[in-house]
């Protein structure tokens, strides 16, 4: 059961290797799809029981295997290819074989050049239209290669200016912030010039009305000092003098 398993995908790796022609490398995402074509192609109801049937294990027939010591070169009759088909490069035994019947000798040089010359062209157009058929699945892969490059390098430049959005929009938010705190310190520094201003000019009237009630005071208290020294001269009786107009003092035990 797992030959054919194993030869399905040693089929697919090879051409897998062979179409892409060195330009592409056999990856770890490369085993899946590789393995399940094989395993498509192999693990199949009818393709089980015709192996079974190709080998002659069920139903037990030896004929199979003794057909294959016993291969001539296929004919060509009338019946199976038709005078206007047209025979493509891979089908060069049938040439071969139509070559064999419309010649009388196969074993002239002629002949041998003839089945050379087919073969070689057969091959050469084999092996075109694999190269060409490779190089259309490198080229798809490569091209699906480049899309998910292309993608991945979008996502990056979108994350990227998204990042530098994100970045300018925060530097607008520190300047809008920055920008209310120095507001916010010059109101207070306003504040507390008015208020600075405002309590000198009550320090300022504070210091007028005080000065204004000490000359009130002063002014009374030298009103009363005028006041009790007139009253003292008044009481006082006049000074003794003499005929001349000299004071006369008298003794202390006569006042």
Not at 30 to 43: C, V
Not at 78 to 91: H, K, P, R
Not at 97 to 112: C, F, G, N
Not at 244 to 251: A, C, E, Q, V
């Amino acid at each position: 059961m797992f030959k054919p398993l194993s030869t399905a995908y040693l089929k697919d790796l090879s051409n897998y290797l062979h179409n892409s022609q060195g330009l592409l490398l056999v990856k770890k995402g490369d085993f899946f799809p590789l393995f399940w074509r094989a395993r498509g192609s192999s693990f199949k109801k009818n393709t089980i029981q015709k192996s079974f049937t190709a080998t002659g294990i069920w139903p037990p027939d030896p004929t199979p295997i003794l057909k294959r010591f016993n291969r001539n070169s296929p004919e060509v009759s009338s019946s199976d290819e038709s005078s206007t088909s047209l025979l493509i490069g891979s089908d060069w035994r049938k040439i071969k074989a139509l070559v064999d019947q419309t010649t009388a000798d196969r074993t002239s040089k002629e002949v041998k050049k003839l089945h050379r010359s087919l073969y070689h062209i057969s091959t050469q157009n084999e092996l075109l239209r694999h190269e060409m058929k490779g190089l259309k699945e490198a080229l798809s892969t490569k091209e699906k290669s480049e899309l998910k490059e292309q993608a991945r390098l979008y996502k990056l430049q979108v994350a990227q200016e998204k990042r530098v959005e994100r970045q300018r929009l925060k530097e607008v938010r520190e300047k809008e912030r920055a920008k209310q705190v120095a507001e916010r310190a010059r109101q207070k520094a306003d504040r507390d010039s008015t208020k600075a201003i405002q309590q000198a000019q009550n320090n300022k009237r504070k210091a007028s009305k005080a000065s204004i009630q000490n000359n009130k005071r002063q002014k009374c208290v030298v009103a009363a000092i005028d006041v009790e020294e007139l009253s003292e001269i008044a009481s006082a009786p006049p000074p003794l003098t003499t005929r001349r107009g000299r004071n006369i003092k008298l003794p202390s035990r006569y006042k």
